[in-house]
C-alpha cells in the first residue's frame, strides 16, 4: 500500500492521507510552514516590528497590561513586559492599543472563485441534467472530493474588508451541494494559494440539502440514504483493495473511485466532517450519523445547540457557531399573521446560546455564518457576552477555540513566542462599540488601515469608512430557484449611491425601483408579474470583482443568484 | 458476620428498590367510575382503571391505588383505547423522494420532526400512535416508521421499538403520473402506465431475489467475495424473509389484486392495502391471504382512481371477514378519527365496538404493535383517551390523552396556558430582534401553515 502510492506521486491528496494520519499530519504542516517561511523571507526579509506599550490580550496566558511584542520573519518573536526592542524594528508605539491574537472567522466561503461559468444568456432552459466537468461517478454536488484548494484564488487584495476587520484566519469551503467538499484553512494573506493555506485539507462539508437538478437525492430522506450507501460503498472500496492488492489474480480490479476515495479519511476519523446544521433536529440527525458511521462531527451554523449542549459534549462534538443572529426583517402589516412564538423565542434565544454551550463544556469557535456585514461579527459576539457568556470565552471562541477546533493551536490562536505573527491591533476593547481596528497583522506582514475611519457612528459600531461600493454593469446571472435555475441578465447603473437599470428573464424584463449602493452592495426592489398577479421582489447583493451574487426575496421566500459581469 | 449481612442488604436494597419504589411512584394513575370502551371485551360502565408503570394494571370496580397515585374522576366520562392511524405523514420533514420509481432506501425514521405542532393537535384529538409512511410517488417508496406521539419528548424516544419494519409500496396514477414534473431539468421517469408500475415492483423483488442468494452463497462460503451491501434491495430482501410490512398505497381493485399475485409469486404476504376504497370487489381475495385493508371512511370517487368507491366499503370488507382499519393521511383529519370511525355504524351497520377496533385494534394488528397497545386490557400500554362523551358523538372531545400513563394532551392544562402564552408573546414581541423594521425590509412571509399546503401541492397530492 505505501510503496504503491509513493511510486506514483500524482495521486490524487486523498489518497495520501490513508496511509499513515502520524505521517501525513507532519507532512502538510512542514509544508505550511515552509511555505510560509519561505514566502515571508523572499517578501518581506527585513520585516520586524515590535509594538510596545500595548495592552496584550495573550488568550494563553495573562493579559499583559503594558507589554511589547516583537514581531520577526512572519512569527512572534517574543512578547513581554520585559522584551527588549530589536535595533533592527520597526516601532509600533502601542500606548492606548490592544493587541489580540488575530481573529478566526471559522467558517467562509472566501476567496473561492465561482463554481460553474453560467450558461451564455438566451440560451433558454436546458433540458438535461447540467453536465459536471467532473469525471467523478456521481452527480455534481455528491463529489465529497471537490476541494476548495483548488477553487481559492491567489491574491491577498480580496480579503481586504475581512481583514479591515480584524480577521486574520478562515475556514473556507463552498456551500454548494449536498458535499460542499473539502475545506481549507487560510491566512488572509499572501499572492499564492500555497502561501495562504495553513491547512488544507482541513474537513469533509456536508449540508442536509437536495440535489437541484431533479437527481436523486431530491428530498431530505434521499439525502440520508445517499450518503449511507457513499460510506457503505466506501469503506468496501477499502476493504477490497487490500485484498487486492495482496492478491490480485482472480479478483476484479477494484475500480479508482475519486469520490469515494475522498471518504475514506472521514471513515478513518483522520478528516473531521462538518454538518451544516442549524436546528435542534438538525443537530441531533447529524449526531446520530455520526455515531451510525464513528465519524468525527463538528457542527457548524449550531443556532439551536444550546438545546442539544448535553448531546454535543457527551460525542464530544465541537461547534462553528454562526454569529449571523436572526432578526425580523419584515415590515409590519395589518394583514400578515402574527409570527409564530417559535420565531419569536428563536430571536431571543439565539444569542444565549454561546453561554450554554461555554456553561455545557462543549468546545465552540465563532463564525460569520453568511452575515451581511461582517462589522456584526463584533456586535454580536458581544450580545452573547451579554447573554451569558464570559468576555474570555468570547475572545477565545474567535481565537485559541479556533484553532484548537482545526488542529493548529501550536502555531496559531493565541499571542506565544513562536507562534505565527498573526496579530489584530485595536483601540478599545474589540466588543465594544466605540472600536478602531489600527494594525493586522497576517504572517508578520503588517496591514494598516488604508482610510483612517471617521468618528464611528454608535448607530451602526462599524469602524469601516461608508465608501460606497462600485456595482454599475451588465450581468450574465442565474437564479437558484429550487430544481429550475432561471437564467437573466440585471443591468446597473451607478450613480454614486443611487442604482437604476432593470431586471431581464424570460418571464419579463421589470425596471429597478428604489435602488441603492451601500458600502457593502447593492439593493433594489423590482416589481414581477407572475401567474397572473404582482408581486414586490426585493433584491440585495455585492459585487466582487466581476462577480455578483445575492438574495431575491419574494413573499415565498428568499432564493439566491450569483453570476458575472458581461464583459 | 451479622455486619456482613446487614452490609450486603444494604447494597442489595441500593441496588435494587431504588429502581423499584422510582418506577412506582413514577406514575400511578387510577381512572374511576367511568364507561370503559376496551375495543376488545365490551363496554363496561363506572369501571376503574388501575395504571402503573406506565401499563394497564388493573380494570374492575372499586379499584384501589397507593397513597401517592394521581386520581382521576371518570364520571360521566368515556375511555377508549388511544387512536392508532394507520397511514401518516405527521412530523416528517420530507414525504416523496422523487427521483426513482424504487427509492426503498430511504427511512421516514431519518426525518423525523418532533416538534411538529400537528402533533400536539393529533393528541388533542385522541391519537397516541401513527404509522408515518413515505409518499406514493413511487411504485416502491422509502422504509415507514410506528410512532407514539410523545410530544416534548427527544426524537428517538417517538419510534416504537419493537414494532416490526415496514416499507411503502404505491400503485396507478401516482407512480405513472410523470408527465406532472415538479422540476423540468429532470429526465422523465418510467414507468409511464399502471402495467410499468407492476413491472417495477417485480423487477426489485427479481433484483432482491437475487440479491438474496448472493448473500445467502457468500455466507454459505460458496463464494468468496463479499457482496456490495445494497441499501435499495436490503430491505425488499427482508421483505421476501417475512421480516418487513408491506404497506400498499392503491384505489383500483384490479392493481390490489395483481400486487397480491405479485406477493403469492414471490411468497410474502402484503400487510394492508391502504386507502382500497374499491377493495370490497376482492374482499374474499383479501381476507384469503390475511391482508388488512386501511382505507378513508369516505372521499367516495374523490379522483378518477377512486371512482366506483362506495359508502359500504368497510362494512363489506368487514363482514368478509378482512381486518379493517380507517387512517387519516392526513394531519387536519387526523384530529377526528372518531367520527370517521363512527361512519361505519351509518353505512352497513357495523357493531360499536367493531367500528371502534377500526381506528385502535385493527390497525395496531395491522402494524403488529397489539401486543402492547390498540385496546384496553391488562397488561397493554397505559394508551388511553379520555372522552368527554361517547367518542362518536359528535359533541364529544378528548380531556386527557396519555400515553404509556404520561399524559401528553390535558385539555384543562391547555385552556389556563394560553393566557401564560399571550403574556409570553407580548413580552417577546417587544424585544428588539421582533420588532419590525421602520421602513424597508421584505414584506411579510406567508404563515408556515400555508406554505405547507402549497407544498403539497407541489408534490401533486403524492401522500
Redesign the interface.
Known amino acids: 500500500m505505501l510503496r504503491r502510492n509513493f511510486a506514483v506521486p500524482f495521486l490524487p491528496s486523498s489518497a495520501l492521507k490513508i496511509m499513515k494520519s502520524l505521517f501525513r499530519r507532519c507532512f502538510v504542516a512542514v509544508l505550511a510552514f515552509v511555505s510560509i517561511v519561505m514566502s515571508v523571507n523572499a517578501q518581506t526579509r527585513t520585516a520586524t516590528f515590535a509594538i510596545t506599550n500595548a495592552q496584550v490580550v495573550t488568550v494563553s496566558g495573562p493579559n499583559l497590561s503594558r507589554a511589547t511584542v516583537v514581531v520577526r520573519d512572519g512569527l512572534i518573536e517574543a512578547v513581554g513586559e520585559n522584551v527588549k526592542v530589536p535595533a533592527d524594528a520597526r516601532v509600533i508605539d502601542g500606548s492606548g492599543l490592544i493587541v489580540y491574537p488575530g481573529f478566526f472567522d471559522a467558517n467562509t466561503s472566501l476567496g473561492l472563485a465561482a463554481p460553474v461559468a453560467p450558461r451564455p444568456a438566451g440560451q433558454g432552459l436546458p433540458t438535461t441534467p447540467t453536465q459536471s466537468p467532473s469525471n467523478s461517478n456521481y452527480p455534481d454536488g455528491l463529489q465529497p472530493e471537490e476541494s476548495a484548494i483548488e477553487r481559492l484564488k491567489s491574491g491577498e487584495a480580496q480579503f481586504e474588508t475581512n481583514r479591515n476587520a480584524g480577521f486574520t484566519t478562515v475556514l473556507t469551503v463552498s456551500r454548494d451541494g449536498v458535499f460542499n467538499g473539502q475545506s481549507a484553512l487560510i491566512n488572509l494573506a499572501g499572492d499564492s494559494v500555497s502561501e495562504m493555506i495553513i491547512r488544507a485539507p482541513f474537513a469533509e462539508h456536508f449540508s442536509f440539502t437536495t440535489l437541484r437538478t431533479g437527481q436523486y437525492p431530491t428530498a431530505l430522506l434521499g439525502t440520508f440514504s445517499a450518503l449511507r450507501q457513499m460510506l457503505l460503498d466506501a469503506q468496501r472500496l477499502q476493504a477490497n483493495r487490500l485484498t487486492y492488492d495482496k492478491n490480485p489474480r482472480g479478483m476484479k480490479r477494484p475500480e479508482a473511485d475519486k469520490s469515494l476515495d475522498a471518504l475514506l479519511p472521514v471513515l478513518s476519523r483522520t478528516m473531521p466532517i462538518v454538518f451544516n446544521a442549524n436546528t435542534e433536529i438538525e443537530i441531533i440527525r447529524a449526531l446520530d450519523l455520526a455515531k451510525e458511521f464513528n465519524l468525527n462531527a463538528i457542527i457548524s451554523g449550531g443556532q439551536e445547540a444550546g438545546k442539544v449542549a448535553d448531546r454535543l459534549k457527551a460525542q464530544n462534538v465541537p461547534v462553528l457557531l454562526s454569529l449571523n443572529f436572526p432578526k425580523r426583517t419584515t415590515t409590519a402589516s395589518p394583514e400578515a399573521d402574527a409570527e409564530s412564538l417559535d420565531v419569536l423565542r428563536l430571536r431571543a434565544e439565539t444569542p444565549k446560546t454561546a453561554g450554554k454551550l461555554a456553561g455545557a463544556g462543549v468546545k465552540f469557535a465563532f463564525q460569520s455564518g453568511g452575515m451581511t456585514s461582517i462589522g456584526d461579527f463584533a456586535t454580536n459576539a458581544n450580545k452573547a457576552v451579554e447573554n451569558g457568556l464570559t468576555k474570555d470565552a468570547a475572545i477565545r471562541a474567535m481565537t485559541l477555540s479556533a484553532a484548537e477546533i482545526f488542529g493548529v493551536s501550536d502555531r496559531l490562536g493565541s499571542i506565544e513566542k513562536g507562534k505565527i505573527a498573526n496579530l489584530t491591533v485595536s483601540r478599545g476593547d474589540i466588543l465594544s462599540k466605540d472600536k478602531t481596528i489600527t494594525h493586522v497583522f497576517v504572517d508578520g506582514k503588517l496591514f494598516e488601515q488604508k482610510e483612517k475611519p471617521k468618528t464611528p457612528t454608535p448607530t451602526t459600531g462599524g469602524t469601516q469608512p461608508a465608501a460606497t461600493a462600485s456595482v454599475g454593469g451588465n450581468y450574465s446571472i442565474t437564479v437558484e430557484i429550487p430544481g429550475q435555475p432561471l437564467p437573466g441578465t440585471l443591468s446597473l447603473t451607478q450613480q454614486g449611491e443611487i442604482l437604476t437599470g432593470n431586471l431581464q428573464t424570460q418571464l419579463a424584463t421589470t425596471p429597478i425601483k428604489d435602488g441603492k449602493v451601500t458600502a457593502e452592495g447593492f439593493n433594489f426592489t423590482t416589481t414581477v408579474e407572475f401567474g397572473g398577479s404582482t408581486f414586490d421582489l426585493f433584491v440585495s447583493g455585492k459585487v466582487t470583482g466581476n462577480q455578483i451574487s445575492g438574495t431575491m426575496t419574494s413573499p415565498q421566500g428568499a432564493i439566491p443568484f450569483s453570476g458575472t459581469k458581461i464583459p | 458476620m451479622r455486619k456482613a449481612i446487614v452490609f450486603l442488604m444494604l447494597v442489595s436494597i441500593s441496588l435494587i428498590s431504588p429502581n423499584l419504589l422510582f418506577a412506582q411512584s413514577k406514575n400511578e394513575i387510577l381512572i374511576r367510575n367511568a364507561t370503559v370502551l376496551t375495543a376488545a371485551k365490551g363496554t363496561f360502565e363506572n369501571t376503574d382503571i388501575l395504571i402503573q408503570n406506565g401499563k394497564i394494571a388493573k380494570i374492575g370496580k372499586s379499584l384501589k391505588a397507593s397513597a401517592n397515585a394521581q386520581i382521576i374522576d371518570g364520571s360521566g366520562k368515556f375511555v377508549s383505547p388511544g387512536i392508532v392511524d394507520c397511514h401518516s405523514h405527521t412530523m416528517l420533514?420530507?414525504?416523496?423522494?422523487?427521483?426513482?420509481s424504487v427509492?426503498s432506501?430511504?427511512?421516514?425514521r431519518?426525518?423525523?420532526?418532533?416538534?411538529d405542532i400537528a402533533i400536539y393537535r393529533a393528541l388533542a384529538g385522541g391519537v397516541t400512535t401513527a404509522n408515518l409512511l413515505?409518499g406514493s410517488a413511487n411504485a416502491i417508496g422509502?422504509q415507514n416508521i410506528t410512532v407514539k406521539f410523545k410530544y416534548g419528548k427527544?426524537?428517538e424516544e417517538f419510534p416504537i421499538a419493537d414494532a416490526p419494519p415496514g416499507i411503502k409500496f404505491a400503485l396507478g396514477e401516482n407512480p405513472k403520473r410523470t408527465n406532472f414534473n415538479?422540476?423540468?431539468?429532470?429526465?422523465p421517469r418510467y414507468p409511464r402506465t399502471r402495467m410499468g408500475v407492476m413491472e417495477v415492483i417485480r423487477d426489485a423483488f427479481v433484483r432482491a431475489r437475487d440479491y438474496k442468494k448472493e448473500w445467502d452463497d457468500f455466507r454459505a462460503k460458496k463464494s468468496n467475495?463479499?457482496p456490495?451491501?445494497?441499501?435499495e434491495l436490503e430491505p425488499l430482501v427482508e421483505v421476501l424473509e417475512g421480516k418487513r410490512l408491506v404497506h400498499a398505497h392503491g384505489y383500483r381493485s384490479d392493481e390490489h389484486l395483481n400486487l397480491l399475485l405479485i406477493a403469492d409469486e414471490f411468497g410474502f404476504k402484503v400487510a394492508t392495502l391502504q386507502h382500497a376504497l374499491e377493495a370490497y370487489k376482492i374482499a374474499p381475495e383479501i381476507a384469503k391471504r390475511g391482508t388488512g385493508a386501511s382505507i378513508f371512511a369516505d372521499s367516495w370517487s374523490y379522483k378518477l382512481e377512486a371512482y366506483d368507491s362506495i359508502p359500504y366499503n368497510g362494512y363489506i370488507l368487514w363482514k368478509a371477514g378482512v381486518s379493517v382499519s380507517i387512517n387519516s393521511d392526513s394531519d387536519e383529519r387526523m384530529r377526528r378519527l372518531n367520527l370517521d370511525a363512527a361512519k361505519m355504524m351509518k353505512y352497513g351497520g357495523v357493531p360499536e365496538e367493531e367500528a371502534l377496533k377500526m381506528i385502535t385494534l385493527n390497525p395496531a394488528k395491522q402494524l403488529g404493535i397489539d401486543r402492547r397497545t390498540g385496546s384496553i386490557e391488562v397488561g397493554k400500554d397505559a394508551d388511553i383517551v379520555i372522552w368527554n362523551a361517547h367518542p362518536f358523538s359528535v359533541y364529544a372531545h378528548p380531556e386527557l390523552t396519555m400515553i404509556e400513563g404520561e399524559i401528553y394532551f390535558d385539555r384543562s392544562k391547555d385552556l389556563t396556558r394560553r393566557a401564560e402564552?399571550q403574556k409570553?408573546?407580548e413580552t417577546?414581541?417587544k424585544?428588539d430582534?421582533?420588532?419590525?423594521?421602520g421602513?424597508?425590509?421584505?414584506?411579510?412571509?406567508?404563515?408556515?401553515e400555508q406554505?405547507r399546503a402549497d407544498l403539497d401541492d407541489a408534490d401533486g397530492g403524492n401522500r
Open positions: 420533514d420530507a414525504v416523496n423522494e422523487f427521483s426513482y427509492t432506501m430511504t427511512r421516514t431519518d426525518v423525523l420532526n418532533p416538534k413515505h422509502g427527544a426524537v415538479p422540476t423540468p431539468n429532470a429526465v467475495v463479499q456490495r451491501r445494497d441499501l402564552l409570553e408573546r417577546l414581541e424585544l430582534v421582533n420588532r419590525p423594521p421602513s424597508g425590509g421584505t414584506p411579510p412571509k406567508v404563515p408556515t406554505r
